[in-house]
């Protein structure tokens, strides 16, 4: 074992994050270890000083061996802890051998990660999991054939079903599946891949005025095709070949042992957590859950106490007294709940009139005009980009294909916990077109703030439902509720041409003439 890089020293002596340290820490670093059919998979060893026998933490995602901050917060942090930290990059990744391929090889190669372990001296039968994005997919794709030594699982901003995470409401995902890139069949250190994020979003919004998808993208890569990329763009459908095998929600949902799930609400799949929390809740399993109002790629950076607190409770045997942690938006205060939603919850529904939310139907419409020459573009959500999280709406508001349905300044304060949905009856000229929506919170000087939202393709010969995802926010008296709707937000997701053509290989655009039927409705959960 070798004592720590520099950095990390300087940073121990320096910073402090989280508990006070219980042990000295030292590593060893490229690991090999052999994958599932003989490639060999490089680990980065982080070890308490100390002869005591130490449990295991295993962590496994393409970039974690890149260096700061992963080596950091999770090497580090849970080694000074009293764990031992394996750091794997995944196959063809980071200096593993053999080829990435998108969830493929994740189950096999963590099997084969465990069985290696079983065989080291340090090892006491004690296996522990933690991480999020990437690092909680390879959780999850490990718990389809859960290894007898595993103890606890801390699964952090998840993506379980890679579906849905591309293909939201039906649309591409544009800025995310592009991010994906950064990924797929790369082997960049984190620092390289950060710098080649940053080039990425400067040159977005031109490479992608080019035509056809399938043909721009590779200019944002120095002129190299992705594989998985391309069957991302190219497979709309969860029938696709592709996607088979790829949702990993049923494994994560039935895991016979204690997990502790986290995320943000403005995360790129809040929803997806949620869902493994309220599976897992009605199965009986011990799950305890905590939202914040982080985005996908903010939350270690802003609160990085709060995700350890969850995570070394669940390693050391211990559960919260409440199973649900969330940030209130607007009261700005975080809250522990029985579970989620809350019981005593209510829908509670809002109708459109003349630019305002009303609490009976009228009559009439809205319209707005969506040109894909001039898509409406993305401000605040989430996304992976500097706009990301709570942001002010009043650049895009002012946008003609922008239409705000606003009510009345409230007389005592509405609490939102839980889904939020709007149902439209709209059409469009076009051949196809897309409705997004947002909840926005507007104060009394007319600071309007967005809340959630989300994106459906319109129904040609149905209500559009909008699932605009969960929240927790309290709007104040004398704020307004506002719904915020327009026919995209581009590039979180692509701006649809209005021709019906396949996103990849589509060329020709079509502007449309979008009509919202005041009969459409917003509905919130409220306490």
């Known amino acids: 074992m070798k004592e720590l890089p520099w950095s990390l020293r300087m940073l121990r002596r320096r910073t402090r994050k989280g508990p006070a340290a219980r042990y000295d820490v030292r590593w060893e670093p490229a690991v090999p270890v052999p994958g599932a059919d003989g490639t060999t998979l490089l680990t980065d060893h982080y070890a308490p000083v100390t002869t005591e026998p130490c449990p295991t933490v295993l962590i496994r995602a393409p970039y974690i061996r890149g260096g700061f901050p992963w080596n950091w ?3 580090v942090l849970f080694a000074e802890q009293g764990y031992h930290v394996l750091m794997q990059s995944s196959r063809g990744l980071s200096g593993s051998t053999g080829e990435f391929v998108f969830w493929h090889n994740d189950g096999p190669d963590g099997q084969a ?9 340090f090892f006491t039968g004690d296996l522990y ?3 999020g994005s990437y690092m909680a997919y390879s959780q999850l794709a490990l718990a389809e054939r859960p290894p007898p030594e595993w103890r606890a699982a801390v699964i952090q901003i998840a993506v379980a079903d890679p579906h849905r995470f ?5 649309q591409l995902a544009l800025e995310r599946s592009l991010v994906g890139g950064l990924i797929f069949a790369q082997s960049r250190t984190f620092r390289a891949s950060l710098g080649a994020m940053a080039r990425m979003q400067m040159h977005l919004r031109g490479t992608l005025r080019r035509v056809p998808l399938i043909d721009a993208y590779p200019s944002l890569f120095g002129g190299r095709r992705r594989p998985d990329l391309e069957s991302v763009i190219s497979s709309p459908s969860a029938d696709d070949p592709y996607w088979a095998g790829a949702d990993k ?4 949902a039935t895991l016979p042992i204690p997990v502790s799930l986290s995320t943000g609400w403005h995360d790129l799949a809040p929803e997806q957590t949620i869902e493994l929390y309220q599976r897992r809740r009605a199965a009986g399993l011990e799950t305890d859950l905590m939202i914040g109002p982080w985005t996908h790629t903010n939350g270690y950076e802003r609160d990085w106490e709060r995700y350890m607190t969850q995570a070394l409770r ?13 940030h209130v938006g607007g009261a700005d205060e975080w809250r522990e709940l029985p579970d989620w939603p809350p019981p005593g919850v209510r829908p509670h529904r809002f109708h459109l009139g003349p630019a305002a939310l009303t609490l009976s139907p009228g009559p009439g419409s809205s319209r707005f005009r ?6 409406t573009p993305s401000i605040g959500g989430a996304l992976q980009s500097p706009t990301q999280g709570t942001r002010d709406m009043a650049e895009l508001e002012r946008r003609d294909d922008v239409l705000v349905f606003t009510s009345p300044p409230l007389t005592g304060a509405v609490e939102v916990m839980g889904p939020v949905r709007a149902t439209f009856d709209a059409t469009t000229s076009a051949a196809d077109g897309d409705l997004f929506a947002r909840l926005c919170d507007v104060d ?7 809340i959630c939202d989300g994106l459906a393709r319109i129904t040609p010969d149905g209500p559009t439902a909008v699932e605009l995802g969960p929240t927790a926010h309290r709007f104040r008296t004398g704020h307004r509720i506002r719904l915020l709707v327009a026919g995209g937000s581009y590039p979180r997701w692509m701006r649809n041409y209005g021709t019906g053509e396949p996103a990849a290989t589509a060329t020709r655009m079509v502007a449309g003439e979008t009509t919202v039927q005041h009969s459409s409705t917003l509905e919130l959960t409220v306490v």
Request: net charge negative; hydrophobic share 30%.
């Open 166 to 170: 591309y293909w939201t409401g039906g």
């Open 314 to 326: 669940r390693l050391r045997g211990g559960s919260p007294e409440l199973p649900v942690l969330v």
């Open 444 to 450: 009394p000087s007319g600071k309007s703030i967005n």
């Open 73 to 75: 917060l999770f090497g």
């Open 113 to 121: 990660s465990v069985e290696w372990l079983r065989k080291q001296e």
């Open 129 to 131: 999991t933690v991480g």
């Open 249 to 252: 929600t049923d494994f994560g």
């Open 370 to 375: 969506y040109d894909p020459e001039d898509p």
